[in-house]
């Protein structure tokens, strides 16, 4: 996870305090180098940490349009405008895998494009998506990539195989 994240956790939604707004969005990326074949099923899972929200708002799972992950403005902004899947912020659960985002016939057909390859993802606020502005909290905090326990994780169903890549031994 990457983006608005500190080393375990990261941020999604907005926020206004003291006459300044926020947003926080987040990266995703799957590791799909070892699949070949077609995915038919996907849902991400993740656990939340903290629920700060006193506005609901709708987290949206959509494509990442940059090719890699950087910390800048350009990233920052590169999302795409079909939603893969969604979650309202009061499911929030702090239970391990609790909150769910099943993938839509898009989000499948996108992770099927990066098949042997990465798979990009962002999180962001459908309120911070259409520009309105927050009044206070909402926003929530999860756990994030350095949590092995609380990683957010992507259960896929596909027919094809595993690849693996041989592993070279030194003597």
Known sequence: MYGGASISYAYIGQRYISNNYYVY?????????????????????????IDFSTTDFNILLVEYTEDEIDNNTTCFNAYGSTTFGSINSSSYSDTKDNMTITLNAN??????????DKCLFMLVS??????????????????????????????????????????????
């Open 25 to 49: 969005r987040g990266l995703l990326s799957f590791n799909l180098t070892y699949l070949s074949g077609t995915i038919s099923n996907a849902t991400l899972k993740f656990t939340g940490s």
């Open 107 to 116: 989000g499948i057909t996108y992770m099927n494009d990066y098949i042997g």
């Open 126 to 171: 459908d309120r911070d998506i259409n520009e309105t502005q927050p009044t206070g909290n909402e926003f929530i905090k999860m756990y994030a990539n350095n949590n092995d326990i609380y990683s957010p994780r992507i259960d896929i169903t596909y027919t094809g195989n595993i690849i693996y890549k041989p592993t070279t031994i030194m003597m």
